[in-house]
């Protein structure tokens, strides 16, 4: 891919200002995603929803148990695995 550059100076600035821009909101982005992975998000999940009813939706669905709660979850609640479809 060949890059045409500018010719005059004005262009280039504001190209410049342009890019610095998309650098500074790319960088904004990866420290907004690096401070969401302390929040517990699964949190309100787990005290708040019967994980039989997220059991029978994940059945219903065919959404694998695995991609909503993860190993150490589905050993709390291993009762609520054999929920029946119509729960």
């Not at 190209?15 to 821009?21: A, D, M, S």
């Not at 982005?29 to 059991?55: C, F, H, M, W």
């Not at 994940?58 to 609640?77: G, H, L, Q, W």
Request: net charge positive.
């Amino acid at each position: 891919m060949k890059r045409k550059f500018p010719r005059d100076y004005d262009k280039s600035k504001n190209e410049q200002e342009k890019l610095e821009k998309k650098i500074e909101k790319e960088k904004k982005k990866i420290v907004q995603r690096e401070e969401n992975k302390s929040v517990a998000l699964g949190t309100s999940k787990l005290n708040y929803n019967d994980p039989r009813i997220t059991v029978t939706w994940c059945k219903n669905n065919e959404v694998p148990i695995e991609r909503v709660f993860s190993k150490t979850v589905r050993a709390k609640f291993p009762w609520a695995m054999y929920t029946e479809l119509d729960w």
